[in-house]
């Protein structure tokens, strides 16, 4: 697709939309700054669980999931469960607010489910399938440079707290994951999103959310003794892979072992697995860093030295990317 040329007068209304995004990032780092710093930002991706207030915790989460994404400090956040809270998250942050849903839906509806926020300036929307599951929207890290963001949830279903214990052998295992809708959805989704695939090598393609799966990284042979000796080739993250999407927290922690990245475990199971992703399918992109945060629901966390009460059952992701271009 041809680059975007800017008439002065679009360029001027631009650049004073974009500038609250430029003293961010000068105030991050510092007045001096350098071309490689200028190409960083990250992503963020939580499902903040029923809007951050979710009946089980003590007390309204909302207030704790601001201050959370404060302390964490993205560029970019994409929120799975908005359930209305949204755009109170983002004014209260200052940043720009995408909800994906029908236009002129009122962003406080609590039956929306993905948002996208940030602090640089918003695009074109993109919209092609159910709202509730996948939607995007252009975000324009600096004057020239934009990438396309999408915020994805699947359905859980057919979901186990341990797979292993199933007594499936790694194939029935894999026909098992895809015997719902899991299969039908990943396609349609892969489909809608090919021509924004397809652009990677000029504007980069970011999604990321809850996908409500196991990683086929995660189930290797290092890993083996904690599945009951199984190696798993999970359908929905390795077609991902096959499609040219990268898996973000894992190439910058290699090792399942040692960084295992859970996303999700209630107290008293046995169901700690890492479902939540951000994935990029782009040469342009590079890794810098890569975490995973995530304590039980109502309990405390630790962000630059200052604590949190966790509001969600689900951890987040945190993603920095170097912008290679």
Not at 81 to 110: C, Q, R, V, W
Not at 126 to 133: E, Q, V
Not at 214 to 236: F, I, K, M, Q, Y
């Amino acid at each position: 697709m041809r680059e975007r040329k800017w008439p002065y007068v679009a360029l001027l209304v631009f650049l004073t939309a974009w500038l609250p995004g430029l003293a961010c990032i000068a105030k991050k780092d510092g007045p001096s700054g350098n071309n490689q710093k200028e190409k960083e930002f990250s992503v963020l991706a939580w499902n903040i669980w029923h809007g951050a207030n979710s009946t089980s915790l003590k007390e309204d989460g909302r207030p704790h999931a601001i201050n959370m994404i404060r302390a964490l400090d993205p560029d970019i956040v994409i929120l799975v469960e908005t359930y209305g809270s949204g755009k109170m998250i983002a004014d209260a942050l200052g940043y720009h607010f995408h909800l994906i849903a029908p236009e002129n839906t009122p962003p406080d509806d609590k039956r929306t489910n993905l948002s996208i926020m940030s602090r640089f300036p918003l695009g074109k929307r993109f919209d092609f399938y159910n709202p509730f599951n996948i939607g995007g929207i252009e975000v324009f890290i600096n004057p020239t440079d934009r990438v396309n963001v999408f915020a994805v949830w699947m359905n859980y279903q057919p979901w186990e707290d341990d797979p292993a214990s199933l007594g499936k052998s790694p194939e029935e295992l894999v026909e098992w994951e895809i015997s719902g809708t899991r299969k039908e959805e990943l396609n349609t989704l892969l489909s809608g999103l090919k021509p924004y695939v397809a652009q990677g090598d000029s504007v980069p393609l970011i999604i990321g959310g809850d996908f409500n799966i196991w990683s086929h990284l995660d189930w290797r042979e290092e890993t083996a003794h904690l599945n009951n000796g199984l190696v798993v080739d999970w359908w929905t993250t390795s077609t991902l892979e096959q499609h040219g999407f990268v898996d973000s927290y894992r190439i910058a922690n290699p090792s399942a072992l040692s960084h295992p990245g859970i996303t999700w475990d209630m107290p008293g199971l046995k169901d700690e697995h890492r479902i939540d992703y951000i994935f990029h399918a782009s040469p342009l992109l590079e890794v810098i860093s890569s975490e995973i945060g995530k304590v039980p629901f109502n309990e405390n966390i630790r962000i630059n030295n200052q604590l949190f009460m966790f509001p969600s059952d689900h951890g987040y992701v945190h993603t920095v990317y170097r912008l290679k271009k």
